[in-house]
């Protein structure tokens, strides 16, 4: 098989070092890769495939005889540089939130929407870590029985807010057992031993924006603009691994094992619900792992045709790194991306 030209923007932060790790694991067909950071990793190298390569300060002159750019450098760097590597010829798989409501732009799931793909004009947007998960899991539930309204309540660990965060709880941690004040950071309070109602910044609604991300992303993935959504998520001391409670109201009767039954059956899912021996997934069991996990599945008492579940995945493989490469992979499987077609 012929290989590609990645570039991995963002390579030295954790969802960049995820991109090599997942890169290397699926032996993704590649003929060269560029590390690419900002000016204060300049120089360091890193090792792909046994290899050591240097990571490079990211410019515009980084995308030349590019095939495809993975980005997962913050919204500020790819709203700039995204848009060069597109226009020099790589197909751009973007992280960050920069042009994910971007209507000319697919957001995409390829277990839920990977014929989305096929419009995208140099740019093609990851989702949300929160988001990825719960729809991998909603959507084959919404083909046998239309989804009318969704809460998502989520626990989120600190390694969605990047390595500063995760430095931070490490060392809070230390801090409060040893009988120390902490100082936060990253947060705006403590987050060791301790739980936030804020991530992302504030909005006039009184959501924060990554819960309005969630309602906007879900419906833009799922096609399904008139789904009822609302969401609360919640920053934890946990190192890896998203959990969402997700409560579900369907048009139609649905029941637990109706539920199981088709998640069993659902590409990504990995159903894990026996509360006789306490079986439910959970951050810590799921930290490294590629699927997305669900438990807990039982009837909404408040509510009829409704369904409440616990879902939980790697936020940094399925929820960032490894999504963005399924969508490579995609666009390999389909030839909708031409090695050494770039310039
Ligand atoms: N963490 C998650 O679970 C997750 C999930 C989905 C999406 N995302 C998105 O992915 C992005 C990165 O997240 P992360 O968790 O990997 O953060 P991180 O650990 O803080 O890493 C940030 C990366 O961005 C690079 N960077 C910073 N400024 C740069 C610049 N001017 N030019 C080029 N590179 C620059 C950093 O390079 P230096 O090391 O040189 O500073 C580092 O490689 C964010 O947009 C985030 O929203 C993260």
Not at 21 to 28: C, G, T
């Amino acid at each position: 098989m012929d290989g590609y030209r990645v570039a991995v923007v963002g390579a030295t932060g954790l969802v960049g070092q995820e991109f090599i790790k997942v890169l290397e694991e699926r032996s993704f067909p590649m003929t060269s890769i560029h590390l690419l950071a900002s000016d204060r990793s300049a120089g360091k190298k890193l090792f792909v495939n046994h290899r050591e390569i240097e990571v490079k300060e990211t410019a515009p002159e980084s995308f030349k005889k590019i095939d495809i750019a993975l980005f997962s450098a913050g919204s500020e760097n790819s709203r700039y540089f995204s848009p060069i590597a597109a226009r020099a010829g790589a197909v751009v798989i973007d992280n960050s939130s920069a042009f994910r409501m971007v209507p000319a732009v697919p957001l995409v799931v390829p277990e839920v929407n990977a014929e989305d793909i096929k419009w995208h004009k140099g740019i093609i947007a990851n989702p949300n870590c929160s988001t990825i998960q719960a729809v991998v899991v909603l959507y084959p539930l919404h083909q046998a029985n239309p989804i009318k309204r969704i809460i998502f309540d989520t626990y989120q660990s600190v390694s969605g807010t990047g390595a500063a965060a995760v430095e931070e709880l490490t060392v809070q941690a230390k801090q409060v057992l040893d009988g120390q004040a902490t100082t936060p950071h990253v947060y705006p309070h403590q987050i060791a031993f301790n739980v936030l109602p804020e991530i992302d910044v504030f909005l006039d609604n009184g959501y924060t924006k990554e819960e309005w991300k969630m309602v906007e992303e879900t419906r833009k993935i799922m096609h399904a603009d008139d789904i009822a959504i609302s969401a609360t998520c919640v920053r934890v001391p946990v190192f890896t691994g998203h959990s969402e409670a997700i409560h579900v109201e369907f048009s139609q009767p649905i029941s637990p094992d109706e539920a199981r039954h088709i998640l069993a059956q659902a590409p990504g899912v990995k159903l894990l619900d026996d509360t006789a021996i306490s079986l439910y997934p959970h951050p810590w069991s799921v930290a490294g792992s590629d699927e997305v996990f669900v438990g807990r599945i039982r009837r909404d008492a408040s509510q009829p045709n409704s369904l409440v579940m616990w879902v939980v995945a790697d936020n940094l493989r399925k929820g960032a790194a490894l999504n963005a490469i399924q969508i490579a992979e995609e666009m390999i499987k389909h030839d909708w991306v031409k090695p050494g077609g770039a310039k």
